[in-house]
Nanobody
Framework: VQVAESGGGWVQPGGSLRLSCAAS????????MYWYRQAPGEEREFVAY??????????ADSVKDRFTISRDNAENTVTVYLQMNNLNPEDTAVYYC??????WGQGTQVTVSS
């Protein structure tokens, strides 16, 4: 199983970014996928989840109504997106994609500042 995130960067408060996660090496329609984040000095925290079909999503309260998780399934590859709108400095963190039980990507840095 391989998991790799991309799309991070710097954005001003109120701006938007879209993160991507490419995961492969398994039947894509069999697993839910997650986004987590970790800010400096903080523990890693849950951000969003999408089930195997993309029909069910859940969000942390801190990002609800601002972030949207989605996915595109291919046979042995899945791409998971995290559309992030109305970003604020508290969203600054390294964002990680995860496939259960414990397959993580290397993370992508998101920095929100003026």
């Amino acid at each position: 199983v391989q998991v790799a995130e991309s799309g991070g960067g710097w954005v001003q408060p109120g701006g938007s970014l879209r993160l991507s996660c490419a995961a492969s090496g398994f039947t894509s329609s069999s697993y839910g996928m997650y986004w987590y984040r970790q800010a400096p000095g903080e523990e890693r925290e849950f951000v969003a989840y999408v089930d195997s079909t993309g029909g069910l999503t859940t969000y942390a309260d801190s990002v609800k109504d601002r972030f949207t998780i989605s996915r595109d399934n291919a046979e042995n590859t899945v791409t998971v997106y995290l559309q992030m709108n109305n970003l604020n400095p508290e969203d600054t963190a390294v964002y990680y994609c995860k496939r259960s039980p414990n397959y993580w990507g290397q993370g992508t840095q998101v920095t929100v500042s003026s």
